[in-house]
């Protein structure tokens, strides 16, 4: 043979491969991207016949997944914001919630954990009253809020119209009692 038929035959071969190496390179990664079928290469020799096959994916039965079941975490001496939150979901605080009738009306005030942490005792109940009473909130106030600005470290009975989540989270996690006051 001449040594032109010798590197021509060469050269086919090579571009034969690269060729069939790229297809199968792209196959590859539009099913990867699709994600709707798998591709399977099967590579015979000599290397020149290759086949590819693409396989259809296969229906599979959906896993029944097994209910989550989330414990209300030990009760812990203080607590902020940022740990409550990481250590109960929303869904579980609001759960452990107690609701009771007795909501007032007009106008909102607001308090803070912190506050109330510094002015009441362990196992305190806290009542708008009882906040109007100490001078906390002006007397015009109709409703509260309680929000988690501050540390709380002791548990607390906590009865009012409105709770942000963490503060919730606060005073469940350190043994309190949240009351939600419902018209």
Do not use: C, W
């Not at 290397?47 to 989550?68: F, G």
């Not at 209300?72 to 902020?80: A, G, K, T, Y």
């Not at 250590?87 to 007795?102: F, N, R």
């Not at 009306?105 to 196992?123: K, S, T, Y």
């Amino acid at each position: 043979m001449s040594d032109f038929v010798i590197i021509f035959m060469i050269v086919a071969t090579v571009f034969a491969i690269a060729t069939l190496g790229y297809v199968a390179v792209d196959i590859v990664l539009e099913v990867r991207q699709s994600r709707r079928t798998k591709v399977k290469v099967i590579v015979d020799a000599p290397v020149v016949e290759q086949e590819v096959i693409v396989v259809a994916p296969v229906a599979e039965e959906p896993l029944e997944e097994e209910p989550i079941v989330e414990v209300m975490p030990e009760v812990v001496e203080h607590i902020d914001a940022e740990e409550a939150d990481a250590m109960i979901s929303d869904a579980l605080a609001m759960e452990t919630a107690k609701y009771e009738s007795g909501a007032g009306h007009g106008l909102q005030g607001i308090i803070n954990i912190g506050v109330l942490d510094r002015n009441f005792e362990a196992n305190d109940v806290i009542t708008l009253a009882v906040l109007k009473e100490k001078g906390l909130v002006s007397k015009k106030v109709g409703k509260m809020k309680v929000l988690a600005d501050g540390i709380l470290n002791k548990p607390l009975t906590v009865k009012s119209e409105s709770y942000s989540i963490q503060a919730i989270k606060m005073i469940e996690l350190t043994g309190g009692k949240v009351i939600i006051l419902k018209d």
